[in-house]
């Protein structure tokens, strides 16, 4: 199926690695001008490279900059004034206790996790505004249905990103711009790769029956019973950002192996 992708401009935060770079690299295949994100220039400049080499037709761009401040951004929007497509994929997690929570790590989250996405989405859906046509897309998690206890500042983030994707998109109604939250479960990336394994040393078991567990104790719900690949939940990015998602708006599209236990 043709997407209608070809020589769209998409922006996407965090994208080096990951379930951004997955997005990244499915975009690149269909033809789009991706412009990714990352805190190293090294990083940036690799992923790049490999977005060449995949479809030597698109114009990947890549900027090294802390998109969870406000210079960060800034030097995003200076260097590429006008997208046709956001995904605000920057985001972090981490497991801590309620009690062990501090105030300074309620507000990190919730700078990185929800501000960046507020302050790119303000810079770029006016633009798409005046030109009839865009798609916002805010990277989310099933974590903001399914509160985790083991880290509930991460899953009142997510939760805060539905809020906003959803009075958005009423508040662009009519516009030609829409706007969606892509809700990914447990997914195998570089980084949640190396903690597991991290994580397996410090306890004396095997990655495997880590893995177990954790389906077990903390997402028995899931019926995939196993952590998805980033490259498994890029397609259904990809639909957002095409055209033929024109009547898909104001939406939460759950892509996390059925953890969510409801039906809507």
Request: net charge negative.
């Amino acid at each position: 199926m043709d997407m209608q992708l070809q020589g769209k401009k998409v922006l996407i935060t965090g994208s080096t690695y990951g379930i951004g770079y997955a997005i990244a690299e499915a975009l690149t295949k269909e033809g789009a001008d991706v412009v990714i994100t990352g805190r190293r220039q090294t990083t940036v400049t690799s992923a790049v490279e490999k977005l060449n080499i995949i479809n030597p037709r698109t114009k990947p761009i890549g900027i090294s900059a802390d998109c969870s401040t406000t210079d960060g951004c800034q030097s995003v929007f200076d260097a590429v004034p006008e997208v046709d497509i956001l995904i605000n994929n920057l985001g972090i997690y981490e497991r801590k206790p309620f009690f062990e929570i501090e105030d300074a790590d309620w507000t990190r989250l919730f700078e990185i996790n929800v501000m960046s996405g507020i302050r790119f989405t303000k810079f770029y859906a006016p633009k798409m505004v005046s030109q009839e046509w865009g798609r916002v897309i805010f990277i989310s998690s099933e974590s903001g249905l399914m509160i985790p206890p083991e880290m509930i500042h991460y899953g009142f983030s997510k939760s805060a990103q539905l809020s906003i994707s959803r009075g958005l998109a009423m508040s662009l109604s009519g516009t030609g711009v829409t706007v969606n939250a892509l809700l990914p479960g447990p997914t195998r990336t570089e980084t949640t790769q190396q903690q597991r394994q991290q994580r397996a040393d410090d306890w004396g078991i095997g990655v495997e029956q880590l893995e177990q567990e954790f389906f077990e104790k903390f997402r028995p719900t899931s019926i995939i019973k196993r952590f998805a690949e980033a490259k498994e939940v890029a397609p259904l990015a990809v639909y957002l950002c095409s055209p033929l998602s024109a009547l898909t708006t104001g939406a939460a599209l759950r892509v996390e192996g059925g953890i969510v236990n409801q039906i809507t």
